[in-house]
């Protein structure tokens, strides 16, 4: 499901470059399997089967042949003391009408009032530990990593495992209910069912702007030269961005000559985990532990073709001696150094060596997008990033199939991000980039007419960005006559919702959490909330046909290119450096750098500052273009029931369900919520 990058031919031979191809891996494609029954079910004690494990996506798959031999990863959720009380907290340490707001944790904090108690970690580590397998964790006690053999996991889970299609896809699964064969302090378990649904949000078309938008006149565009004059440019403050694979260090400072602009400098944070030792300080991070295969991720390669029957690092599969740029995570570094130059970038990349679950492929470990999550618990237990960029989701049902989370919006995702919440890290996520209709068929992996919101862009603990078309000038100004539109369908010339062609903004209603304070009586053009979380919150560019420059592999000249990217992949690590500068501003306020802690200057989710400007009209105006213009809607071929036009939402007046509260300028996003009137 990981959209590839191309670049067009034309932008090439008018920056004299030389066309390189990406190395994006694709499905494998294989005979149907015959339908049979997929899972035995198990009759022993309940409560040795009461987790949460990927049980949807097995309901519907088809077996296809035996599981090879070979090792695996699992992220297994604790049994948490107070997971609810986690979740109540990340929304009053965010909340300025509490007496807890900004109030923020430590990890260690997060692990000793909410996440598993010690003697649960204990316990659990103990069950896998009897069974040959190894674990390590971090600090919050909110999941651990646990690493062996197939056979010790079929032992300690109960089941054999198979190879399955589903969604497209062929993956491993297990054959039977998983269940322990005592009580363990488990709520979840994600990677039994090795299949990963996440795809990242970046797309590359070949009708966009020549070279795309310079980082110059990005800065232009969304008032970064505002902030920038009254002295702010993220200096002192740290952005992380959640990696999806393998990241260059030459581009950054490329991307800064392309455009004539300083940068920041980015630094990769590999995952960590451990057992807490005395060794570690009792913390369970600090070395790299071999026995769960995380490890430092190894170098970038020059642009290859991976080997015969495997996948490029990016994708999930790797091979160190044919590693290729990831693509999204050169637009996530470039975007977020050029925006907030004075901040530090931190790109957090899990690598494992021993992740070798992949259905009849040559097993070279697993890196990236797959295993995000245990690049989330890092960024949790250091604690360093002060806002936090995630470009990647999928769909609200096949996020509860897998067991992101369960049919209550609890879970691991709701956890992980809540902790990050209660740190007072600001989270943007991008909200898809197939408009209103992110959910894909449960067989092919193809797109879908239903209405469907992206995870984790619905969670209530994230800010959800949106894309939008900004038609600016050379300069970066927005031509006289000329408007703001939503990033849709009629923009890009139309798409059909895979990988480089997809119609436009993702925005819809949630089908699983309620609204959120910050959504009380909101109200959309031509929908109904319900009572349900809305996204987007905001937007920011997005389309391709006006989106910014990208460069990928400077460090070898030849193969290198530079040419426009686009999706809502750009627009999450734009609005992280946003915050980033309006976070300095208030680290530079007496009145503002107030917040308990080692980070006085962090305010949480900026959702409830976000609709506080909204709900005042002049601050309102002056912060935000209200994008009044576009539908996510899709007019392409997608097979719909009536064979046509699949409707989306509107953006209209006020808050929308394809552009959130519109585009916020970053000089006056700093004088709405730090020297007026949201600061309390």
């Given at each position: 499901?990981?959209?590839?990058?191309?670049?067009?031919?034309?932008?090439?031979?008018?920056?004299?470059?030389?066309?390189?191809?990406?190395?994006?891996?694709?499905?494998?494609?294989?005979?149907?399997?015959?339908?049979?029954?997929?899972?035995?079910?198990?009759?022993?004690?309940?409560?040795?089967?009461?987790?949460?494990?990927?049980?949807?996506?097995?309901?519907h798959?088809?077996?296809?042949?035996?599981?090879?031999?070979?090792?695996?990863?699992?992220?297994?959720?604790?049994?948490?003391?107070?997971?609810?009380?986690?979740?109540?907290?990340?929304?009053?340490?965010?909340?300025?009408?509490?007496?807890?707001?900004?109030?923020?944790?430590?990890?260690?904090?997060?692990?000793?009032?909410?996440?598993?108690?010690?003697?649960?970690?204990?316990?659990a580590?103990?069950?896998?530990?009897?069974?040959?397998?190894?674990?390590?964790?971090?600090?919050?006690?909110?999941?651990?990593?646990?690493?062996?053999?197939?056979?010790?996991?079929?032992?300690?889970?109960?089941?054999?495992?198979?190879?399955?299609?589903?969604?497209?896809?062929?993956?491993?699964?297990?054959?039977?209910?998983?269940?322990?064969?005592q009580?363990?302090?488990?709520?979840?378990?994600?990677?039994?069912?090795?299949?990963?649904?996440?795809?990242?949000?970046?797309?590359?078309?070949?009708?966009?702007?020549?070279?795309g938008?310079?980082?110059?006149?990005?800065?232009?565009a969304?008032?970064?030269?505002g902030?920038?004059?009254?002295?702010?440019?993220?200096?002192?403050?740290?952005?992380?961005?959640?990696?999806?694979?393998?990241v260059?260090?030459?581009?950054?400072?490329a991307?800064?000559?392309?455009?004539?602009?300083?940068?920041?400098?980015?630094?990769?944070?590999?995952?960590?985990?451990?057992?807490?030792?005395?060794?570690?300080?009792?913390?369970?991070?600090?070395?790299?532990d071999?026995?769960?295969?995380?490890?430092?991720?190894p170098?970038?390669?020059?642009?290859?073709?991976?080997?015969?029957?495997?996948?490029?690092?990016?994708?999930?599969?790797?091979?160190?001696?044919?590693?290729?740029?990831?693509g999204?995570?050169?637009?996530?570094?470039?975007?977020?150094?050029?925006?907030?130059?004075?901040s530090?970038?931190?790109?957090?990349?899990?690598?494992?060596?021993?992740?070798?679950?992949?259905?009849?492929?040559?097993?070279?470990?697993?890196?990236?997008?797959?295993?995000?999550?245990?690049?989330?618990?890092?960024?949790?237990?250091?604690?360093?990033?002060?806002a936090?960029?995630?470009?990647?989701?999928?769909?609200?049902?096949?996020?509860?199939?897998?067991?992101?989370?369960g049919?209550?919006?609890?879970?691991?995702?709701?956890?992980?991000?809540?902790?990050?919440?209660?740190?007072?890290?600001?989270?943007?996520?991008?909200?898809g980039?197939?408009?209103?209709?992110?959910?894909?068929?449960?067989?092919?992996g193809?797109?879908?007419s239903?209405?469907?919101?992206?995870?984790?862009?619905?969670?209530?603990?994230?800010?959800?960005?949106?894309?939008?078309?900004?038609?600016?000038?050379?300069?970066?100004?927005?031509?006289?006559?000329a408007?703001?539109?939503?990033?849709?369908?009629?923009?890009?010339?139309?798409g059909?919702?895979?990988?480089?062609?997809?119609?436009?903004?993702?925005?819809?209603?949630?089908?699983?959490?309620?609204?959120?304070?910050?959504?009380n009586?909101?109200?959309?053009p031509?929908?109904?909330?319900?009572?349900?979380?809305?996204?987007?919150?905001?937007?920011?560019?997005?389309?391709?046909?006006?989106?910014?420059?990208?460069?990928?592999?400077?460090?070898?000249?030849?193969?290198?290119?530079?040419?426009?990217?686009?999706?809502?992949?750009?627009?999450?690590?734009?609005?992280?450096?946003?915050?980033?500068?309006?976070?300095q501003?208030?680290?530079?306020?007496?009145?503002?750098?107030?917040?308990?802690?080692?980070?006085?200057?962090?305010?949480?989710?900026?959702?409830?500052?976000?609709?506080?400007?909204?709900?005042?009209?002049?601050?309102?105006?002056?912060?935000?273009?209200?994008?009044?213009?576009?539908?996510?809607?899709?007019?392409?071929?997608?097979?719909?029931?009536?064979?046509?036009?699949?409707?989306?939402?509107?953006?209209?007046?006020?808050?929308?369900?394809?552009?959130?509260?519109?585009?916020?300028?970053?000089?006056?996003?700093?004088?709405?919520?730090?020297?007026?009137?949201?600061?309390?």
């Open positions: 499901m990981s959209a590839r990058v191309r670049f067009p031919a034309a932008a090439f031979a008018a920056s004299a470059m030389l066309i390189f191809s990406g190395c994006g891996g694709g499905s494998q494609h294989v005979a149907p399997p015959t339908p049979q029954s997929t899972i035995q079910p198990y009759t022993g004690p309940a409560q040795l089967s009461n987790f949460t494990w990927g049980a949807g996506v097995m309901s798959a088809q077996y296809v042949a035996a599981a090879n031999a070979g090792s695996m990863s699992v992220d297994v959720q604790l049994q948490a003391q107070n997971l609810p009380g986690l979740l109540q907290y990340a929304k009053m340490a965010s909340d300025p009408a509490s007496a807890l707001y900004r109030h923020f944790l430590t990890p260690q904090e997060i692990g000793s009032r909410f996440g598993a108690s010690q003697d649960a970690y204990n316990a580590a103990g069950y896998f530990q009897k069974y040959h397998l190894a674990v390590g964790s971090w600090p919050q006690h909110l999941t651990m990593i646990v690493t062996g053999s197939r056979s010790d996991m079929e032992a300690a889970f109960g089941t054999k495992f198979g190879t399955y299609r589903a969604y497209g896809r062929t993956f491993i699964g297990p054959a039977q209910q998983p269940h322990f064969s009580p363990v302090p488990v709520s979840g378990v994600l990677g039994l069912v090795h299949l990963d649904l996440k795809r990242n949000y970046l797309i590359r078309p070949g009708n966009g702007n020549i070279l938008m310079s980082g110059a006149q990005l800065r232009r969304f008032d970064f030269t902030a920038s004059a009254a002295g702010y440019t993220g200096a002192g403050i740290s952005i992380g961005i959640i990696g999806t694979g393998p260059s260090s030459a581009d950054v400072p991307i800064g000559r392309f455009s004539n602009v300083s940068v920041a400098k980015v630094a990769v944070v590999p995952a960590v985990a451990q057992s807490p030792s005395p060794a570690n300080n009792s913390t369970g991070t600090g070395a790299y071999d026995a769960t295969g995380l490890a430092p991720p170098p970038v390669t020059a642009p290859c073709v991976p080997p015969q029957g495997s996948q490029p690092l990016g994708d999930g599969l790797t091979s160190t001696t044919c590693n290729p740029e990831d999204e995570a050169q637009l996530d570094t470039e975007q977020a150094a050029q925006l907030a130059p004075g530090n970038v931190f790109f957090y990349l899990a690598y494992n060596t021993k992740d070798c679950a992949t259905a009849g492929l040559p097993c070279t470990g697993v890196i990236g997008l797959p295993i995000a999550d245990d690049e989330i618990q890092q960024a949790i237990a250091d604690n360093t990033a002060d936090l960029s995630l470009s990647y989701g999928l769909d609200e049902p096949s996020a509860e199939s897998i067991g992101y989370f049919a209550t919006g609890n879970g691991i995702g709701p956890a992980e991000f809540a902790a990050l919440a209660s740190e007072g890290i600001a989270v943007f996520v991008s909200s980039d197939n408009g209103a209709h992110q959910c894909i068929d449960q067989n092919t193809g797109p879908t239903q209405f469907c919101a992206s995870y984790p862009a619905s969670d209530p603990s994230v800010v959800s960005v949106g894309g939008v078309n900004y038609p600016m000038d050379s300069a970066g100004n927005l031509p006289s006559g408007q703001i539109t939503a990033w849709a369908n009629n923009t890009t010339l139309g059909d919702g895979y990988g480089d062609n997809s119609p436009g903004s993702g925005g819809a209603i949630s089908q699983f959490f309620a609204a959120p304070a910050f959504q009586g909101l109200t959309a031509n929908a109904s909330l319900g009572g349900k979380r809305a996204e987007p919150d905001v937007a920011m560019l997005a389309d391709p046909l006006t989106g910014p420059a990208l460069i990928m592999n400077a460090a070898y000249p030849s193969q290198s290119g530079v040419g426009p990217s686009g999706g809502t992949s750009a627009a999450a690590p734009e609005m992280a450096a946003m915050w980033a500068v309006v976070l501003a208030c680290k530079a306020s007496s009145t503002c750098d107030v917040a308990t802690g080692a980070h006085p200057w962090r305010m949480g989710n900026p959702n409830a500052l976000l609709y506080a400007v909204y709900g005042k009209p002049a601050p309102y105006a002056s912060t935000f273009y209200d994008v009044l213009a576009g539908s996510n809607g899709d007019l392409s071929v997608l097979p719909t029931p009536s064979g046509s036009y699949m409707p989306g939402y509107d953006a209209g007046k006020g808050y929308d369900l394809v552009t959130g509260l519109g585009v916020p300028f970053a000089g006056h996003l700093i004088n709405a919520v730090v020297s007026g009137q949201n600061v309390p």
